[in-house]
DNA sequence: GATCTTATTGATAATGATTCTCGCTTTTAC
DNA sequence: GTAAAAGCGAGAATCATTATCAATAAGATC
């Protein structure tokens, strides 16, 4: 077996760059945009925090059409996002009414734990102006 | 630029192969599971038809948790999927309430052009009475 | 403050899915 | 039949992500 994971987080300036770097912008980015805006923190370093700070629930994982995996620094909760196409702006949906329906449909299909994935994507207002 | 791309579509025993394997499948299949299925079929091969058969809507594209990709021939229409996380069985969801969902928000956040994508993750009856 | 334990870092190699190359084969129109 | 072009496939190339591992630094203990 590997090495233990620890449960412990120490503190560390790269993870604090990285976070604020997250705070700081409305869109969600990937591993290799921070680690060109933050030039002094490695790559390696940059994709295990955001795996961690993921996990830890403490920014969200967005997976991009292409496959790439964003990540961004969303309010606690559950929550969706409605996505710009275009831009990348992230606007956090804390509104959700969707528990029901993906309860109903998996007690139809005789699922249990069920959980439901959703994002609306489209072109925001600054966007479609411009066109 | 690269070669224009071709708008017609010749038969092939091969992409007939995948769609045929597809088709007997209730499950989302990967191209690396069709070409080791398939093993009369090159790996390219796979890829290339798999890409153009779901750009002419006539398999879906289900992206997987851990970032494959993997197919599967469903009914014509917008619908959704439940899928189980054991075993990989997929329900088509034809009933969609979400448009409605997304449209308001969308109008709300002053975002147009909006579509929803939706999936619904759970352990299938037969799965379930196993564990 | 010195010292020890070990989480963390980062340059680099490795992985793995997907895409590209390019010469050969097959489909299909004439 | 012939020929133009789509399709094929073995292998090389991409590219995002992960694994290594020696060096560093955070936090605990004295
Ligand atoms: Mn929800
Ligand atoms: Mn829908
Ligand atoms: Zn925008
Ligand atoms: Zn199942």
Redesign the interface.
């Known amino acids: 077996m590997p090495t233990s994971n620890p449960t412990t987080r120490r503190k560390t300036e790269q993870r604090a760059a990285i976070v604020d770097a997250l705070r700081k912008n409305d869109r969600a980015m990937t591993a290799q945009e921070l680690h060109d805006l933050l030039d002094s923190v490695g790559l390696a370093t940059v994709y295990r925090n955001l795996g961690r700070l993921a996990e830890d629930g403490e920014i969200d994982a967005i997976?991009r059409p292409n496959?790439e995996?964003a990540y961004r620094a969303c309010t606690a909760g559950h929550h969706h996002h409605?996505i710009?196409r275009n831009c990348g702006l992230v606007?956090e949906?804390h509104d959700c009414?969707?528990d029901d329906?993906?309860r109903k449909?998996?007690d139809k299909?005789?699922?249990?734990?069920?959980?439901?994935?959703?994002?609306?994507?489209?072109?925001?207002?600054k966007c479609?102006n411009r066109s």
């Open positions: 997976r496959g995996t409605l710009c606007v949906l009414s969707l329906w993906g449909i998996a299909h005789g699922f249990v734990g069920v959980e439901h994935q959703a994002e609306l994507l489209g072109t925001c207002e479609a």
